[in-house]
């Protein structure tokens, strides 16, 4: 079993930028994939980052050349920066993590979820 929890987040002017943590209370070393989504007032939940053990990377386009995702199996830890934050970015972030492989990303744990609001 494996509980993730998240930290960092908050409050950032349009053009700022964040960097979100999840720490994983077992070990993550063995887990296939991880990765964030995300939720804004209104939207559907959206995929957009995931890592996979091996360190293959994606992201949804709306991100691409702004967020970066990483992970450190050694320390237990899966992180987000998130640069030239949009307003649009807005949403309760939820870190994710999905044991086994697959041809869809398919999460079987969940973070608690932590609010970004980007200000214009």
């Known amino acids: 079993q494996v509980q993730l929890v998240e930290s960092g987040g908050g409050l950032v002017q349009s053009g700022g930028s964040l960097r979100r943590s999840c720490a994983g209370s077992g070990s993550i070393r063995y887990i296939y994939a991880m990765g964030w989504y995300r939720r804004a007032p209104g939207k559907h939940r959206e995929l957009v980052t995931t890592?996979?053990?091996?360190?293959?990377?994606t992201y949804a386009d709306a991100v691409k050349g702004r967020f970066t995702i990483s992970r450190d199996n050694a320390e237990n830890t899966l992180t987000l920066q998130m640069n030239s934050l949009k307003p649009e970015d807005t949403a309760v972030y939820y870190c994710?993590?999905?044991?086994?492989?697959?041809?869809?990303?398919?999460?079987?744990?969940w973070g608690q979820g932590t609010q970004v609001t980007v200000s214009s």
């Open positions: 890592i996979t053990e091996s360190g293959s990377t």
């Open positions: 994710t993590a999905d044991r086994y492989y697959s041809t869809t990303y398919s999460p079987d744990y």
